[in-house]
C-alpha cells in the first residue's frame, strides 16, 4: 500500500493511520510504521480490571499485558500513538475514572461510549 501512495502521490502529502489491540506489535512492525510515518490507534479499555472484564483473545486468555507490551515496542520505536477506549457494561463511577486511571501518558485519548453509539445507530441499547 504505501509504495503505491509513494508512486501515485505525485508530490501529495499522504498520512497513514492503523488501528490496533497491539498484542501482535513486534520491533519489525514498528520498522514499517517509522519508515512510513504512521499514526497508531492502540485500543486499551482502562486500567488492567476494566480492560481484561471485556478483552480477550478468541481462547479467552486476558490481553491487558500484551497490549502494554505492544505499547512499549511503539514507545521504544518512537512510534506516535493514540489511544482509543470503549466504555462498555461496566459501573458509572468506573467509566467515569476510566481516562484518568489509564497507565498510558499519550496526545490523544477518544473513549467511546457504547451506549450512546447504539442509541445513534438506531440499535436498542442495553
Not at 29 to 39: D, G, I, P, R
Not at 71 to 88: A, G, P, Q, V
Amino acid at each position: 500500500m504505501v509504495k503505491i501512495q509513494k508512486k501515485y502521490a505525485n508530490g501529495k502529502q499522504i498520512q497513514n493511520a492503523f488501528q490496533t489491540n497491539g498484542v501482535l506489535l513486534d520491533d519489525e512492525w514498528a520498522a514499517l510504521f517509522k519508515e512510513s510515518n504512521f499514526l497508531i490507534g492502540l485500543s486499551i479499555d482502562g486500567p488492567h480490571h476494566l480492560h481484561e472484564a471485556h478483552r480477550v483473545d478468541k481462547g479467552g486468555q486476558p490481553t491487558f499485558d500484551r497490549v502494554m507490551r505492544g505499547m512499549e515496542t511503539l514507545k521504544r520505536n518512537d512510534i506516535e500513538f493514540n489511544t482509543l477506549s470503549w466504555r462498555l457494561r461496566t459501573p458509572p463511577e468506573s467509566r467515569d475514572n476510566c481516562s484518568a486511571a489509564l497507565p498510558i501518558r499519550c496526545e490523544y485519548l477518544d473513549i467511546l461510549n457504547l451506549a450512546a453509539q447504539l442509541r445513534f445507530s438506531g440499535e436498542p441499547s442495553k
